[in-house]
Structures are given as structure tokens and as C-alpha cells.
């Protein structure tokens, strides 16, 4: 081996070793490339700012990924790529969903501003005189390659303004990447116009895949310095686009270096990042990608939309609607109706309580009469006693005593007068503070003359103080008198009669029972002894117990029976006290 070619080898091999070593240390950085025309033309096209990218920046190994719009969308949302290239819509839907934004905007140097580098064309074969315009568009068979593509979305806005609605009023032939398949879908008369991105066609024919005089453009617009036949608006060119995750310092070095390539014939550059401010208001007005939602949000597109589950959801609400009224209706007409009924029942309650307490009176009403002449024999008896004395001229002072026993015993007749009164009123009155004892000496009262007519003492054994309890008065008297008037026919038919009355207090309830020593209750009786009309007694009504039953319950209390230890038939009851107030 020559000097020569020993050196070489050495100079090799530090190279490779270089080169390993630099490799060692580049970092990855992945570029998505948006490819309308498959990878290699992707490739083909971006292949010099890869390069002048590589160049620039050795400390990083560029790899180029390209895909549909879809495919770089779901690798952007997996962070497997740093930036992108691609159509200013699809930046536009990046910049919405996932923070992108544009570092450069790719520039023609020779070829139109930056600003109107896009658009496109709608294009017929040239034998087709009778369309020219885009509103001839209408019942036709139109060609793009997606509906999400950017070209056919700027010719959509055209059309739209020409009245014309592709999806309505055309029928709509998507064919798919690349490009060229909308040229033959038209050349192969599967379509009757095409939509293609703007220099698409140029390019057609410069490659050669198209004759001449073979397409015609139709509604031209003016395209400024974009040397192409265009039927839309202008936008800007593609943008390259930094995701938001990669780091500021790698994306200021990748602009720089876009900025500062100079490109050879054919070749892109890249300047200062277009607003894309005419893109966003192309997809405003079409209501696609970020602005799509307020479409599907819109109430009434969705009723025209979907009219018939629209009908079908109106006449639901109309049931719905009508139902409710129906039975907010019903509701009302019902509770009203239970209404009338509780107040005739409550009006019922309180008329069979006074059948009730005038039965009850009439039982006494003789032994009552009885007790009233009682008090007026002996008034008369000093009434004529003092007539006598005032004949004979007796000093009128020896007549203060007899007077004064008059007085008492007129009063004694007035107290049983009061207390009948009291009894048969008709009138409930509310459960009010009472003070027990003097009620139940009342109801006591009111019954010993009975009591006594039939050869009976009641033993009654009252406290003179009790707690207070919140009670109607004279329903208490009723309920007592009632148990009484029952003990007392219980023992009519023997000698030895005894009825025991007890009251006493504990801490938080009045306990009162009435005993007697009579017969007794028949199983039968025991079972059915508080039914309304339940009666073993020949002029009985049967209400005594029930409605006592039905009093006690409505002061919070019960009302029960049992023999005593001493074999006697006891009813009792008992009625809270009033709450003694929290002592603090
Ligand atoms: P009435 O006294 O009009 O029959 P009540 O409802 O007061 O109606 O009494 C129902 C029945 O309960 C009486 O007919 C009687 O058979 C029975 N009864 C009530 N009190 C006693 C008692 N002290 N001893 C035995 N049976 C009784």
C-alpha cells in the first residue's frame, strides 16, 4: 500500500469514527410531512429544506414522516413528532386542538407572495361549452380528492356564494390521494368537473400527463403572482408548524435555519409566519374543522337535519306535555275531592262525639235533675224559715246564717247547672294548657249523682295539683265520664258494686284508670270492644269506646283494658304532660 492511499485510509477511518461518534450524540427530530401526492412527491418536494436542515444543524438527525392529515394528526396527539409541514386548514385544526403553531410560511421566490400561495382550481373538459360558471355547477357530478382536503374546502366557499350547495345540489365524487385520480376521474367522464389544488393542473401538463387543450378552468378568479389558473380566493402557503411540546430553543434554531436558506431553481423557502387569518375565515364561514362543532350544536340545522326524529321527539313532548297537565289535573280534582270528604268525616267525628256526650246526659240527666233539687229543697227550707222568723220579729241579724246558706246552696245549683252546660256544648274547642285535676273533679262531679242514685260511692283518688297537660277539657271529661258511665252498668246487676278511679302523674305522662269489680269482659267482647257500634247492652250505641279511643290518640296518648292483679276490669289511659322547658 503507497503513502498516498495509507493516509487516505487513515483520513477514513477518523472520518467514519467522526461520523459514529456524531451520530451517537445527534438528537432525533421527527417532521411531519402532509403528502397529497404520496410520500415519494412528499419527499421530493421537501427534500431541499431537509437538506439545508441537516446541513445547518448536524447536532440533530432529521426524520421525515409523512402521511394523510389524519395519520400526522393522531401523531402529533401520541408526541411522536416535533413539527410539521402541511395545508394552512389542517394547521388551523393543529393550532385549535393541540396548541400548534407556525414557525415560517413556505415562499415561491419567484413565485407568488406568501400570503396568496394557494388555492383552487375547477376544472372541465374542454368539450363541455355549457359550463362556465361555478352555479353551473348545479345536478352535476363534482370530483375532489376528500372532503377534508384544503383545495376542494376554498372551492367550496365559492360555490356556496355562487347559490350553489355541493352536498345538496351536486353530487359529490370523492376519489381520493393523489391528486392526479381527480384528473381522471374527469378525463374518464366519472365526473363532470374536478376540484384540484391550484398548480396542480400546471404540473399535469408539464410532467406531460395531460394534453394541451384537454381541461378547462372554469370561474377564474385573478391570481395575482401565483402563475396558475385558479377559481378561488387566495391563501397563504403551507406553514411549518411547531407542536406545542418542542422545546423553544430547538424551534427558534429550526426558524433560523429556515430562514437563512437560499433555494436553487424550483426549490421552496421559507419566510415570516402568515397570520392564516383568511384560512381561519374560510373555515368560519363553512363551518369545518375548529368551527365544526357549533354546527352539530346548532338547534335548528339539527331539526332540518334530522326532521323526522325531530317530528318524533315534538309529538313525544306533546304526549309528554299533555299527560302532565292531565295529571296535575287529576292530582288537584283528587285532593280536593279527599278534602270535602276529610272535612264531612272530621264534621261527622264531632257530631257523633256530641250523639255521644247527649247519650251520656241522658243517662244522668235524672240523677242530675235529682241533684239540682237537692240544693233548691233546702233553699226553700230557709227561704220559709227566714219568711217565719220575719213574722214572728225576729232581729233581721239571726236571719245572716240561714241567707248565707241559701247563698251556698245556690251556688251548689248553679255549679251542676254550669257544668251540664259545659258538657253538652256543641263547639270543640282547640287542645289548649289545662290544669287535669280541676276536669277530672268536674267530670267526677258531674257523675256522683249518678253514681249515688245507683247505691254506688266512687272511690276517686285525685291529687289536687298536677302537671298541666294540652288537652280539649271537655273531651277529657267526656272520655272519663264515658269509662265511668261503662263501669257502672258493668256492676248494675250486683250487690257489692265498686268502682275505683285513679289519677296520677310521672315524669313525662297523666295516668288515669277507672276500674270496677263487674263481670268482666267476654273473649269476644275483648276483641271488639273499641269497633265503632260494638254493643252487648240494649240501648247502647256502641261509640263510647271508639270515640274514646280516638280522643285519647289525638292528645298523643292510648286507651287500654286489663283485668288487675285484684281481678277487677281496669281502663286505663294516659296523656303526655306538657314539656317542662330545657333548663339551661
Ligand atoms: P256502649 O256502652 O254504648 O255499649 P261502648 O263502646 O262504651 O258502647 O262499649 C262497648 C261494649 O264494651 C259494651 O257494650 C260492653 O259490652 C263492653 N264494656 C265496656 N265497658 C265495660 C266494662 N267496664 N266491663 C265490661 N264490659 C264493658
Redesign the pocket.
Known amino acids: 500500500m503507497g503513502m498516498v492511499s495509507r493516509i487516505l485510509a487513515a483520513l477514513l477511518a477518523s472520518l467514519c469514527l467522526f461520523g459514529a461518534a456524531r451520530a451517537e450524540t445527534q438528537k432525533d427530530v421527527h417532521i411531519g410531512v402532509l403528502a397529497f401526492r404520496g410520500a415519494e412527491e412528499a419527499e421530493r418536494t421537501w427534500q431541499s429544506t431537509f437538506d439545508h436542515l441537516g446541513r445547518t444543524l448536524p447536532q440533530y438527525r432529521f426524520h421525515l414522516v409523512s402521511g394523510t392529515a389524519a395519520f400526522l394528526t393522531a401523531a402529533v396527539a401520541a408526541h411522536r413528532l416535533d413539527f410539521l409541514i402541511t395545508n394552512p386548514g389542517h394547521y388551523l385544526e393543529l393550532k385549535v386542538d393541540y396548541s400548534a403553531s407556525a414557525l415560517a410560511t413556505e415562499q415561491d421566490l419567484e413565485g407568488p407572495t406568501p400570503s396568496e400561495a394557494v388555492g383552487a382550481a375547477v376544472f372541465v373538459l374542454d368539450d363541455h361549452p355549457e359550463i362556465q360558471s361555478l352555479a353551473d355547477l348545479r345536478n352535476l357530478r363534482v370530483a375532489a380528492v376528500a372532503p377534508d382536503a384544503f383545495g376542494y374546502r376554498a372551492a367550496l366557499r365559492e360555490i356556496m356564494e355562487r347559490g350553489v350547495d355541493p352536498e345538496r345540489d351536486t353530487k359529490q365524487v370523492f376519489v381520493g390521494f393523489p391528486v392526479d385520480e381527480v384528473m381522471r376521474a374527469v378525463r374518464d367522464r366519472r365526473a363532470d368537473a374536478g376540484i384540484i389544488r391550484s398548480c396542480a393542473l400546471e404540473k399535469l401538463l408539464a410532467e406531460g400527463a395531460i394534453q394541451k387543450d384537454e381541461f378547462r378552468v372554469i370561474g377564474r378568479r385573478p391570481s395575482g403572482a401565483l402563475n396558475c389558473q385558479v377559481s378561488t380566493r387566495l391563501y397563504p402557503g403551507w406553514p411549518f408548524v411547531k407542536v406545542a411540546q418542542t422545546p423553544a430553543p430547538l424551534a427558534r434554531q429550526i426558524a433560523q435555519a429556515l430562514f437563512g436558506m437560499q433555494p436553487g431553481q424550483d426549490e421552496k423557502a421559507w419566510t415570516q409566519p402568515d397570520a392564516y387569518g383568511s384560512v381561519q375565515d374560510l373555515y368560519r364561514t363553512l363551518k369545518v374543522g375548529p368551527y365544526a362543532p357549533f354546527t352539530r350544536l346548532g338547534l335548528a340545522d339539527f331539526v332540518v337535519e334530522h326532521r323526522y326524529i325531530a317530528a318524533l321527539i315534538g309529538l313525544g313532548l306533546i304526549w309528554w306535555l299533555t299527560h302532565v297537565v292531565r295529571v296535575s289535573y287529576l292530582v288537584r280534582k283528587r285532593t280536593h275531592e279527599l278534602q270535602l270528604a276529610h272535612e264531612a268525616a272530621r264534621q261527622r267525628g264531632e257530631q257523633m262525639e256530641h250523639t ?1 256526650r247527649l ?1 251520656l246526659m241522658g243517662e244522668m240527666a235524672s240523677s242530675l235533675a235529682h241533684e239540682i233539687n237537692q240544693p233548691l229543697a233546702a233553699i226553700l227550707t230557709y227561704a220559709r224559715g227566714c219568711e217565719r222568723r220575719i213574722e214572728s220579729g225576729a232581729d233581721p241579724a239571726s236571719l245572716r246564717d240561714a241567707v248565707q246558706r241559701i247563698a251556698v246552696q245556690a251556688e251548689r245549683a248553679g255549679d251542676i247547672v254550669r257544668r251540664m252546660k259545659d258538657f253538652v256544648r256543641k263547639n270543640p274547642a282547640p287542645q289548649v294548657p289545662i290544669d287535669p285535676a280541676a276536669a277530672l273533679h268536674d267530670a267526677v262531679a258531674l257523675f256522683e249523682p249518678t253514681a249515688t242514685a245507683a247505691g254506688v260511692i266512687v272511690e276517686s283518688e285525685i291529687p289536687d295539683t298536677l302537671p298541666a297537660i294540652r288537652a280539649d277539657r271537655l273531651q277529657l271529661e267526656e272520655v272519663v265520664i ?2 265511668l ?3 257502672l ?3 248494675s246487676a250486683q250487690d257489692d258494686k265498686q268502682i275505683i278511679m285513679r289519677v296520677r302523674g310521672d315524669r313525662d305522662r297523666l295516668h288515669i284508670s ?1 276500674a ?1 269489680n ?5 273473649p269476644e ?1 275483648r276483641e ?5 257500634f ?4 240494649k ?10 279511643r280516638t280522643i285519647v290518640e289525638a292528645h298523643g296518648g292510648r286507651l287500654l ?1 286489663e283485668t288487675d292483679p285484684a281481678g277487677m ?1 281496669n ?1 286505663r289511659f294516659y296523656l303526655p304532660l306538657i314539656e317542662e322547658p330545657a333548663r339551661v
Open positions: 255521644v247519650s264515658n269509662l258511665q261503662n263501669a252498668e258493668a256492676i277507672v270496677d263487674g263481670p268482666g269482659l267476654a267482647a271488639h270492644l273499641f269497633d265503632p260494638y254493643t252487648t247492652k240501648n247502647g250505641l256502641g261509640l263510647g269506646l271508639s270515640l274514646s283494658v276490669t281502663f
